[in-house]
């Protein structure tokens, strides 16, 4: 299936809406699929850029496929936002935190350290973390 097939494949239903554990969260239009694959067909269309607000709405996708499930026309969502995150990483490069996260994880011994200087600093900052993220 070629990219306006898929994208033409969503007819803005919202049933995607009652499922999507992101939406239900932010409330946001661009957190659901119907919206982000309205962000995907404006960026084809070369009515959107490539930003980094872009990139930030396309990854609050968990891919967890739950808008898939009630899509009466199988819109293929997650290929689609895969396919949009690829397409900002070619225009746009890797964010610089993905590019030292892959670092790190390439050097074990470094991701030991800073596992280690993690838990040391979590008394100072993570004591609030909990409240902050519905945890507590």
């Not at 607000?53 to 009466?72: F, G, N, Q």
């Not at 997650?78 to 994880?105: F, S």
Request: with cysteine; aromatic share 4%; net charge positive.
């Amino acid at each position: 299936m070629d990219w306006e097939e898929a994208i033409s494949r969503c007819v803005r239903c919202g049933r995607c809406r009652s499922v999507c554990p992101t939406f239900s969260l932010l409330h946001r239009e661009w957190a659901v699929a119907r919206g982000r694959i309205a962000l995907l067909e404006a960026l084809e269309g070369g009515r959107l850029e490539p930003t980094g607000r872009l990139e930030d709405h396309l990854s609050t996708c968990l891919l967890c496929m739950a808008c898939e499930e009630v899509c009466t026309n199988k819109a293929p969502v997650v290929d689609l936002v895969e396919e949009g995150r690829a397409i900002l990483v070619e225009k746009r490069g890797k964010p610089l935190y993905k590019r030292i996260l892959a670092k790190v994880l390439e050097d074990k011994a470094l991701a030991r350290r800073l596992v280690a200087l993690g838990l040391l600093g979590q008394p100072l900052w993570g004591r609030e973390v909990p409240q902050y993220r519905g945890l507590a």
